[in-house]
């Protein structure tokens, strides 16, 4: 069985400010890890994807993982947080076809 | 543009009406999925096909069935709505292998009155 948690339910940062959402995982063989976003009123978009190769994987509008094996761990980072990320973001784990989502983590970037 | 559709917004329908939720992708893509999202339990699925006319069944089935009679289109039935079904329903395609990421719809915010 595969699963994510993702521990924080909302994560508050000012503009300007690093951000971090945490996302750790549990799967049988290597996992394939993705983040998506959401706006409020829909549907999720992609955002970046961890297959293999470099722990650090950049994906769009700015943000950045950093894959950690010993850890489980899949966290999205971005250095300068825009009013604009706000939104709900979800990690995602796949050790088969059929992907397993966290909860998701509420972002609010304060002005 | 890679676009997944879904047929309505916003739908509200009366108990026990039968409800379709249309899903059409025009990325050729092998994997389609239904998801029910509610706050705090993030996103449910509901049903998987992985081909023309071949499904299975996710971790929350009772109460819905699917149809994907041509590659680029799956439908979700609610055979008798129920107000429990009262939520958001999202679609998604990916391509077949496992590394491929989804592609969302915009979603359907179905009322159950």
């Known amino acids: 069985a595969q699963s994510v948690a993702q521990p924080e339910d909302q994560v508050n940062v000012a503009e300007g400010n690093p951000l971090t959402v945490k996302c750790t995982y549990s799967?049988?063989?290597?996992?394939?890890l993705f983040w998506y976003v959401q706006y409020p009123n829909r549907g999720l978009q992609f955002l970046l994807k961890?297959?293999?190769?470099?722990?650090l994987v950049k994906g769009s509008y700015g943000f950045e993982a950093e894959f950690n094996k010993s850890q489980t761990s899949f966290h999205l980072k971005k250095p300068s947080a825009l009013v604009s990320d706000s939104a709900l973001y979800f990690c995602?784990?796949?050790?088969?076809?059929?992907?397993?989502f966290g909860r998701g983590t509420s972002l609010i970037v304060h002005p | 543009d890679v676009k997944v559709t879904q047929s309505s917004r916003y739908l509200v329908k009366r108990t026990g009406e039968k409800v379709f939720l249309e899903c059409v992708q025009d990325m050729d893509h092998e994997n389609m999925f239904w998801y029910r999202q509610d706050p705090g339990l993030g996103l449910r699925l509901i049903y998987f096909s992985y081909d023309v006319k071949m499904k299975e069944k996710g971790d929350i089935p009772e109460g819905y069935s699917v149809s994907r009679e041509k590659k680029e289109r799956f439908s979700l039935i609610l055979e008798s709505a129920s107000t429990n079904q009262t939520s958001m329903y999202l679609c998604?395609?990916?391509?077949?292998?496992?590394?491929?990421?989804?592609?969302f719809g915009p979603g359907t915010r179905l009322t159950v009155l």
């Open positions: 799967v049988s063989g290597n996992p394939y």
């Open positions: 961890y297959i293999t190769g470099d722990n």
């Open positions: 998604a395609s990916s391509g077949r292998d496992t590394y491929n990421e989804q592609f």
């Open positions: 995602a784990v796949k050790g088969s076809y059929i992907p397993t």
